[in-house]
C-alpha cells in the first residue's frame, strides 16, 4: 500500500481553506439560528501586533490577525480527515 506525501504548502492551504469554509458557514448558520450566536462566534484570535517597517521613502505595515471559532475549528477537523482519506 502506498503511503501520499503531501508537502507542508499543500496541508497549510487546505487547512485554511477549512478553517475559510468554516467561518463562512459559522456566519452564515449564526444569521439564520440567532440563538445560536453566542455559542458558534465566540472562539480564539491569534494576532500578531501591527509593526511598520519603515524605509523611509515608504512605510509597509505588517501584522495578521487569526480568529477561530467553533465550525472554523470543525471545518479544519473535516478537512485534515479528508485529506487522510486521499
Known amino acids: 500500500m502506498k503511503v501520499k506525501q503531501f508537502s507542508w504548502t499543500f496541508l497549510f492551504v487546505v487547512l485554511l481553506i477549512g478553517a475559510w469554509v468554516g467561518g463562512i458557514l459559522g456566519q ?5 439560528i440567532p440563538a445560536l450566536d453566542p455559542i458558534i462566534t465566540k472562539g480564539i484570535q491569534i494576532s500578531l501586533k501591527t509593526t511598520v517597517l519603515d524605509l523611509y521613502f515608504l512605510k509597509i505595515p505588517l501584522g495578521f ?14 478537512t485534515f480527515c479528508l485529506l487522510k482519506k486521499l
Open 28 to 32: 452564515a448558520i449564526s444569521n439564520l
Open 65 to 78: 490577525v487569526l480568529n477561530f471559532n467553533l465550525i472554523s475549528i470543525i471545518g479544519i477537523v473535516l
